[in-house]
């Protein structure tokens, strides 16, 4: 089992700026790929971004490329997202997930074993 919690949301202008973070607990995040989704309201979930195990490579959704930048500190668990020049579109409920661990850089959700509970971040225009 791995728990994972979002913190870091809140209300933001547009172009500014917000950072998540993903704390993880319990066993094996470390040789996990991990990351992020959001959700807008009468949307599907839609893939943010991903970071390999080890942190070497991340790949990200075109949408938010050049803005979002994920990250990960495996020796306190946690795998962050620095969102920068946000925009109204980001809008959405962020979830943080710890993928399968045969994955390298997953970009469904079919691919991540478990989810945080999700963390509000609203960008106001």
């Known amino acids: 089992q791995v728990q994972l919690v979002e913190s870091g949301g809140g209300l933001v202008q547009a172009g500014g700026s917000l950072r998540l973070s993903c704390a993880a607990s319990?066993?094996?995040?470390?040789?996990?790929?991990m990351g992020w989704f959001r959700q807008a309201p009468g949307k599907e979930r839609e893939f943010v971004a991903t970071?390999?195990?080890?942190?070497?490579?991340?790949y990200y959704a075109d949408s938010v490329k050049g803005r979002f930048t994920i990250s990960r500190d495996n020796a306190k668990d946690t795998v962050y997202l620095q969102m920068d020049s946000l925009k109204p579109e980001d809008t959405a409920v962020y979830y943080c997930?710890?993928?399968?661990?045969?994955?390298?850089?997953?970009?469904?959700?079919?691919?991540?074993?478990?989810w945080g509970q999700g963390t509000q971040v609203t960008v106001s225009s």
């Open positions: 997930a710890a993928a399968s661990q045969r994955y390298w850089l997953p970009t469904t959700h079919h691919s991540y074993d478990y």
């Open positions: 970071i390999s195990w080890d942190g070497s490579n991340t």
């Open positions: 319990g066993r094996t995040f470390s040789n996990r790929a």
